[in-house]
């Protein structure tokens, strides 16, 4: 990978911080800060979680025929509520 020099002004307790963890993980600062801009908020993590059979069969069966409205008109049909039917299942737990 290229280097490139790049001066960022942090506190100094902050820099104390990220080197420490760099070190506890055993990894450069550089590594660090890769790893940590590479998956922000756990994206990989949360990746592995996706059930990719499921999302495929969704859509194998959707259809891109169907409106938004068409969707709206036929759950609007649905009665009662559902935050009401949410509060139900919880309080039956």
Known sequence: MESQT???????????LLQAKADAEGVT?????LLT?????????????????YIAQCAAEADPAITLAEVREAL?????????????ERDER
């Not at 790049?6 to 104390?16: G, K, W």
């Open 76 to 88: 609007s049909k649905i009665p009662g509520s559902m935050s009401d039917e949410v509060t139900r």
């Open 29 to 33: 600062l550089d590594e660090l800060l």
């Open 6 to 16: 790049v001066t960022i002004q942090i506190a100094l307790q902050t820099a104390a």
């Open 37 to 53: 801009f590479e998956a922000p908020n756990g994206a990989k993590e949360a990746e592995a979680l996706l059930d990719e059979s």
